[in-house]
T-cell receptor
Framework: GAVVSQHPSRVICKSGTSVKIECRSL??????MFWYRQFPKQSLMLMAT?????????EQGVEKDKFLINHASLTLSTLTVTSAHPEDSSFYIC?????????????FGNGTRLTVT | AQKVTQAQTEISVVEKEDVTLDCVYE???????LFWYKQPPSGELVFLIR??????QNEISGRYSWNFQKSTSSFNFTITASQVVDSAVYFC?????????????FGEGTQLTVNP
């Protein structure tokens, strides 16, 4: 079964509103969580990394004030797209890992398809 | 800087044909992991394989096989006797360990279409 649950799977919102996406680890405590964005027919691009107990580290070009990431607990990370615009329409997918090292398994959620009208 | 290149944007084959998806990576690190994921139209990422940089042994899993060659920085994926259900986008990815923890860099993906 799924070890990382992402919710919602699809969301449609109006321009200017904010949307929150949740990523939960079900069977383990995730010390590290990642958020990716995927535009149609493109690759997955890492947006930010969050480690438990510290603020998220954003990739270059990702606006941290627009994409608020909160590693609220060891089993929950949220991504809030603030004041969404049509260009934010994309597929957002999270992944979680129980340990920060290379040897730790990496589990992906099923993704959230965001459409901003 | 790390980079993963999947030169084949799209591949179309007829069912039962064998198909190889190429993956070339770049990194200065000596310790890393390589992955292959399958992404069907529904969007979720399906894990296929994980291989560490110290293990160059080729692997076979059913109709899937992987060829890892450090000398050419390649990690190619072959599907034998392809089936329509294999149609998907396939991503090769490289994982390194940095100051923020492990980070995964994806290639651009290869859209595989298997026709009946």
């Amino acid at each position: 079964g799924a070890v990382v649950s992402q919710h919602p799977s699809r969301v449609i919102c109006k321009s200017g509103t904010s949307v929150k996406i949740e990523c939960r680890s079900l069977d383990f405590q995730a010390t590290t969580m990642f958020w990716y964005r995927q535009f149609p027919k493109q690759s997955l691009m890492l947006m930010a990394t969050s480690n438990e107990g510290s603020k998220a580290t954003y990739e270059q070009g990702v606006e941290k004030d627009k994409f608020l990431i909160n590693h609220a607990s060891l089993t929950l990370s949220t991504l809030t797209v603030t004041s969404a615009h049509p260009e934010d329409s994309s597929f957002y997918i999270c992944s979680a890992s129980p340990l920060p090292g290379l040897n730790s398994p990496l589990h992906f959620g099923n993704g959230t398809r965001l459409t901003v009208t | 800087a790390q980079k993963v290149t999947q030169a084949q944007t799209e591949i179309s084959v007829v069912e039962k044909e064998d198909v190889t998806l190429d993956c070339v990576y770049e990194t200065r690190d000596t310790t890393y992991y390589l992955f292959w994921y399958k992404q069907p139209p529904s969007g979720e990422l399906v894990f296929l394989i994980r291989r560490n940089s110290f293990d160059e042994q080729n692997e076979i899993s059913g109709r899937y096989s992987w060829n890892f060659q450090k000398s050419t920085s390649s990690f190619n994926f072959t599907i034998t006797a392809s089936q329509v259900v294999d149609s998907a986008v396939y991503f090769c990815a490289l994982m390194l360990y940095g100051t923020s923890g492990s980070r995964l860099t994806f290639g651009e993906g290869t859209q595989l279409t298997v026709n009946p």
